[in-house]
T-cell receptor, first 109, second 115 residues
Framework: GENVEQHPSTLSVQEGDSAVIKCTYSDSASNYFPWYKQELGKRPQLIIDIRSNVGEKKDQRIAVTLNKTAKHFSLHITETQPEDSAVYFCAGTGNQFYFGTGTSLTVIP | EAQVTQNPRYLITVTGKKLTVTCSQNMNHEYMSWYRQDPGLGLRQIYYSMNVEVTDKGDVPEGYKVSRKEKRNFPLILESPSPNQTSLYFC??????????????FGQGTRLTVV
């Protein structure tokens, strides 16, 4: 099955700086790569996703890049704000969803 | 409103007392799954279902059962709960057919404590 690895497990940045979270996957059949944000005490919610036929996708301050050859994809958050503090999960998908272990992002005001 | 609903939100129970956590979705999704979330371990899949009467084990199925008799419902059953099943549980659903994947929607979560 799929194996998704996510790094780093924790990340602290100053407000206004950029944050980057990276994931690797093993199943070449994976074709959909979502990123979820989980605020404290809440459910994970989709913030951005990318399909395997696209190399990059951007939504305001959030972007995701995909390198199919290297089997890795990354989440980029620019101009970070305190409300970006949360746990972020990546996922690879083949015949089911496989989640990374999560990155706890803290944005320091 | 499109949603995934889990019940109960919080549950404290004793070792060995059978319990069921319900999950229902109103989006006509084929794919449903259960996860447990423990600190440092992320979201680990317990069971998933590709459609009615089709279920399969995830990464951590021991001690759990599921059923999918209707498309909208996917209950998680703990026949004899043990303290190591104390965790935060999430149900999720998505409009997924084979290798065609779309967003997974999560329920609110169930905080289970087994004493």
């Amino acid at each position: 099955g799929e194996n998704v690895e996510q790094h780093p497990s924790t990340l602290s940045v100053q407000e206004g700086d950029s944050a980057v979270i990276k994931c690797t996957y093993s199943d070449s059949a994976s074709n959909y790569f979502p990123w979820y944000k989980q605020e404290l005490g809440k459910r994970p919610q989709l913030i951005i996703d990318i399909r395997s036929n696209v190399g990059e996708k951007k939504d305001q301050r959030i972007a995701v890049t995909l390198n199919k050859t290297a089997k890795h994809f990354s989440l980029h958050i620019t101009e970070t704000q305190p409300e970006d503090s949360a746990v972020y999960f990546c996922a690879g998908t083949g015949n089911q969803f496989y989640f990374g272990t999560g990155t706890s992002l803290t944005v320091i005001p | 409103e499109a949603q995934v609903t889990q019940n109960p939100r919080y549950l404290i129970t004793v070792t060995g007392k059978k319990l069921t956590v319900t999950c229902s979705q109103n989006m006509n999704h084929e794919y449903m799954s259960w996860y447990r979330q423990d600190p440092g371990l992320g979201l680990r899949q317990i069971y998933y279902s590709m459609n009615v009467e089709v279920t399969d084990k995830g990464d951590v199925p021991e001690g759990y059962k599921v059923s999918r008799k209707e498309k909208r419902n996917f209950p998680l059953i703990l026949e004899s709960p043990s303290p190591n099943q104390t965790s935060l549980y999430f149900c999720a659903s998505s409009l997924k057919t084979g290798y065609i994947n779309t967003e997974a929607f999560f329920g609110q979560g169930t905080r289970l404590t087994v004493v």
